[in-house]
C-alpha cells in the first residue's frame, strides 16, 4: 500500500477477499485478531485509512463480531464487509436463489444486519450480483435473469433499502479473465464505454437516490 499513501482516491483497505473456513464460530476469532494486526501495521501509514474487514465463509457471515468485534487502535475507522450472492447460504439448506423474504431477511439480519440496525457498526455490502437482460445465465439455458435469481435479486434490493445498507457491484468488466468468457452479471459492453442499461442499474440508482434523502 505504500505507493497509494498519498492517494486522495484510495480511502480504504481490504484487508484480505473471502475469508474461508469450515465454519464461522472456529475461525472468527483468529480472523479478528489478525485484521486487527494487519490494520494496526497499515494505519501506521496512513491513519485516515478505513479497515474493511469481511465475513467470514466467502464473506457471508458476520455473526461473530457481536461477541468478539474488530478493535482498532485509530478509532472511528472500521468498516465491516459482507457478500450476498444467489448461491450464498452457507449452514443453509436453500440457496437464496429460492429463499422467500422473511426468511432471507433473517438470514441477513442474522449474519450482518444487526451491526447497521443495532447502530454497532458500518457495513459495506462489497459484493452482488445478477445476469442482466440478454445475458446467458448458469444453466445456459434461458437469455437474462431466471425466475430464481429475480427471486434473489428482488429480496436483496428491498432488504438493503430497509436496512440502508451501502454497497458494491460485481462487476463492471464485460469478460472474466479466465478464456475471456462473457461475464453474465457485467455492467459494460466489450466496447467498454456502452452501459447496459438495464432492471439493476435501474434498482440501485433508486437505492443511491433514496439514500440521499435520509
Known amino acids: 500500500m505504500r505507493p497509494h499513501i498519498s492517494n486522495p482516491l484510495v480511502v480504504g483497505v481490504d484487508l484480505r477477499n ?53 478493535k482498532l487502535s485509530v478509532q472511528n475507522k472500521l468498516v465491516y464487509s459482507a457478500h450476498v450472492y444467489g448461491w450464498s447460504g452457507w449452514g443453509s439448506l436453500k440457496p437464496y436463489w429460492y429463499t422467500k423474504y422473511a426468511a432471507f431477511a433473517r438470514a441477513m439480519d442474522k449474519n450482518w444486519g444487526f ?16 445476469p442482466g437482460i440478454g445475458q ?10 431466471s425466475v430464481r435469481d429475480m427471486n434473489y435479486w428482488d429480496n436483496l434490493i428491498r432488504y438493503l433499502d430497509e436496512c440502508d445498507a451501502d454497497f458494491g457491484y460485481w462487476a463492471l468488466n464485460p469478460r472474466k479473465p479466465h478464456e475471456n468468457e462473457m461475464e453474465t452479471y457485467g455492467l459494460f459492453d466489450d466496447d467498454w464505454e456502452t452501459v447496459r442499461w438495464d432492471y439493476r442499474l435501474w434498482d440501485m440508482a433508486r437505492l443511491a437516490r433514496k439514500a440521499e434523502q435520509r
Not at 31 to 41: C, D, G, I, L, N
Not at 116 to 130: D, L, Q, R, S, Y
Open 136 to 145: 446467458v445465465t448458469y444453466d445456459r439455458t434461458t437469455d437474462g435473469p
Open 18 to 70: 473471502e475469508v474461508r473456513g469450515p465454519s464461522n464460530g472456529m475461525l472468527w476469532n483468529s480472523w479478528a485478531a489478525a485484521a486487527e494486526r494487519a490494520a494496526a501495521k497499515l494505519h501506521e501509514m496512513n491513519a485516515a485509512w478505513l479497515m474493511i474487514v469481511e465475513a467470514m465463509c466467502s464473506a457471508n457471515d458476520l455473526s461473530g463480531a457481536r461477541l468478539r468485534p474488530v
Open 115 to 130: 451491526l447497521v440496525t443495532e447502530n454497532i457498526a458500518p457495513v459495506w455490502v462489497g459484493e452482488f450480483g445478477n
